[in-house]
């Protein structure tokens, strides 16, 4: 599963990655976000995300490392406005 190869280190060897400072932002900004795109279904709205899913993938996700990040090219995207 794509989706799940993204979440854990040990699954993610082969991909490479465009990560999100978001998934590094608190759970709760995080959160907040994923419900108000549940709600707002903009242009780039593909499903809802039910808050047991949030929680899975949240407590699920591993940020990259550097021996993982080393030798690909991975940008962190500053998505919190500051």
Aim: proline share 9%.
């Amino acid at each position: 599963m794509a989706g799940q190869a993204l979440l854990q280190a040990r699954r993610r060897p082969l991909l490479t990655l465009l990560a999100s400072r978001e998934a590094l932002s608190p759970a709760k900004l995080r959160r907040e976000r994923v419900e108000q795109r549940n709600r707002e279904k903009g242009e780039t709205f593909s499903m809802v995300v039910p808050p047991d899913m949030f929680e899975l993938a949240s407590d699920m996700w591993e940020p990259p490392e550097e021996p993982e990040r080393s030798g690909r090219d991975m940008r962190f995207i500053d998505t919190t406005g500051g």
